[in-house]
């Protein structure tokens, strides 16, 4: 197993850059759906649900070949890594736009209340009160939203991507070790996984121990 070990280990390393670049795509892209189809003109408003719905309800490796076999069509060519940070990004920011949603409706109307008492653009009360105690609610669903993301990366061998799950790919094509290699390819998406479900679980103690504070 010690033999197979390095080439898994550079795919994993291009896992974890597409899962970091995709956790970034997905986190911008959510939350200007969310904050435009609450709060954006009409324009913007049916833009964000056109968003939500095309990515939420079409399959996300659809997405992957769209963006990499038709984009050139209309004169943009992408490379397979960008390709696969933003198919991947954008399908979990769809979901992440209905959580951030969610979040900030279960804030107590008060607080909005308070914020105009105060003189507060909407935008201010966003940013300095609304969103800051929505965070607390949102982060359990984002922690299954990354995970469910590093998952999703396993799609992008099919763009001939050098990820984790192509290289045990050609490496069980070469040497037919397929229990070997694919127990290694386990225990290395696991362990990943672990890895962002304890920086996430961190992340909510703090941002709790962070509102309790503010609340006091």
């Given at each position: 197993?010690?033999?197979f070990l390095?080439?898994?280990l550079?795919g994993?390393?291009?896992?974890?850059?597409?899962t970091?670049?995709?956790?970034?795509?997905a986190?911008l892209?959510?939350?200007?759906?969310a904050?435009g189809k609450m709060?954006g003109?009409?324009?913007?408003?049916w833009?964000a649900?056109t968003?939500?719905?095309?990515f939420?309800?079409?399959?996300?490796?659809?997405?992957?070949?769209?963006?990499?076999?038709?984009?050139?069509y209309?004169?943009v060519?992408?490379e397979?890594f960008?390709?696969?940070i933003?198919a991947?990004g954008?399908?979990?920011?769809?979901?992440?736009?209905e959580?951030i949603r969610?979040?900030?409706q279960?804030v107590?109307?008060g607080?909005?209340e308070?914020?105009r008492?105060l003189n507060m653009t909407?935008?201010?009360?966003?940013?300095?009160?609304?969103l800051?105690?929505?965070?607390?609610?949102m982060?359990?669903?984002?922690g299954?939203l990354?995970?469910?993301?590093?998952k999703?990366?396993?799609?992008?061998?099919m763009?001939s991507?050098?990820?984790?799950?192509?290289k045990?790919?050609?490496?069980?094509?070469?040497?037919?070790?397929?229990?070997?290699i694919?127990s290694?390819?386990?225990?290395?998406?696991l362990?990943?996984?672990?890895v962002?479900?304890?920086?996430m679980?961190?992340?909510?103690?703090?941002a709790?121990?962070?509102l309790?504070?503010?609340?006091g």
């Open positions: 197993m010690r033999v390095p080439e898994l550079r994993a390393w291009i896992t974890i850059q597409i970091a670049g995709g956790i970034v795509v986190i892209a959510a939350l200007a759906a904050i709060y003109p009409r324009p913007v408003r833009l649900i968003y939500i719905e095309i939420r309800g079409t399959s996300a490796l659809v997405q992957l070949f769209w963006l990499f076999f038709v984009l050139p209309f004169g060519t992408l397979p960008t390709v696969g933003a991947l954008l399908n979990v920011g769809a979901y992440g736009a959580v969610g979040a900030i279960s107590d109307r607080q909005w308070a914020s008492a909407r935008m201010q009360a966003l940013r300095r009160i609304i800051p105690q929505a965070l607390v609610a982060i359990p669903p984002w299954n990354f995970i469910e993301l590093l999703a990366t396993a799609l992008v061998s763009i991507l050098g990820d984790l799950a192509f045990a790919q050609q490496m069980n094509q070469n040497t037919l070790k397929t229990v070997e694919f290694l390819v386990l225990l290395i998406y362990a990943i996984a672990l962002i479900t304890s920086l679980r961190a992340l909510e103690r703090k709790a121990k962070g309790s504070r503010g609340r």
